[in-house]
């Protein structure tokens, strides 16, 4: 996603707090595997992850936010600075406990940490509701590998011989709110299913197809008496007004009683109108000899 950012310069669609709350979550994640003493890669991978996913909040500070390289460079810094001076400290002060026993604060890290990741994966639904459910910005490949990585801890956990239900509600909503951003962009795909087939024919990209026709990007319409395909491009047609026809019956009660003694009036003949001719014969006689 950073080298895709730097080589687009451009962030769109990326929210910047789904990535500050995914870097802010590798300070407990961290805590907790190294104070249990996990392996070296249990224990470099929730530094890796608040690394990487520090740089990209930085590129959204420069690409979007439109700050200074200087100033979005030392921001990120800062704050990589202060996370890791967070964690040494809770690490020396949690080390103690846990060898004695105690073991609440690292359940507390454990929980913090994963709670944390799953609220991080609810800002990109405003970024699908401002592009009518486009998917943009965000790696596929990442959803797919860390979907799996969910769906396989919540297997591990249902074969274990005790249930975990924390665990398994925190994988769960992972893997429901992933399916979301999934089932969003192939709802969009279907949407702009026509859209897309005339910009292949044209060999254009879709983005590239609406800059150069945006009359193409219709809004769907409300009206009651059409259905309008906006994916196909169909124009919404107004029905015609029909003239009004005067009701007989309201007719009737305005119209002004006839006065006794008055004789229904004949109709008038003016200078255009021509006298009705007699039926012309549809036989004629022979004439005599």
Known sequence: RIWHNWRRKSTEGLPGTMLILWSICGVPFGVYAIVQNFNFALKFQPQAF?????????????????????????????????????????????????SRGVEW?????????????????????????????????????????????????????????WFDALGSSLYIACMVLETGIFASQAIWLWRVRHIRREAKKVGMTYDQYIAQHPSKKLPRSDSQETVVDVEACHEPKEP??????????????????????????????????????????????????
């Open 105 to 161: 604060p690292m359940m507390l890290m454990a929980i913090s940490a994963s709670v944390i990741q799953v609220v991080g994966l609810i800002p990109p639904y405003f970024e699908l509701a401002k592009r009518n459910g486009r998917v943009i910005g965000i790696n596929f490949w990442f959803l797919t590998i860390d979907y799996a990585g969910a769906f396989f801890s919540l297997m591990a956990v249902v074969a274990q011989q």
């Open 50 to 98: 608040a690394g990487l996913t520090l740089i990209a909040w930085g590129q959204t500070l420069y690409y979007h936010n439109k700050w200074r390289a200087w100033t979005a460079t030392v921001a990120t810094i800062a704050l990589a600075g202060s996370f890791a001076l967070m964690e040494l400290v809770l690490i020396l002060t949690l080390r103690g406990p846990y």
């Open 240 to 289: 015609l007004a029909s003239p009004q026809k005067p009701d007989a019956g309201l007719a009737d009660e305005h119209a002004e009683p006839p006065v006794a003694g008055d004789e229904p009036s004949k109709p008038t003949m003016t200078e255009h109108d021509e006298p009705q001719r007699p039926p012309v014969a549809l036989t004629k006689t022979a004439p005599r000899l």
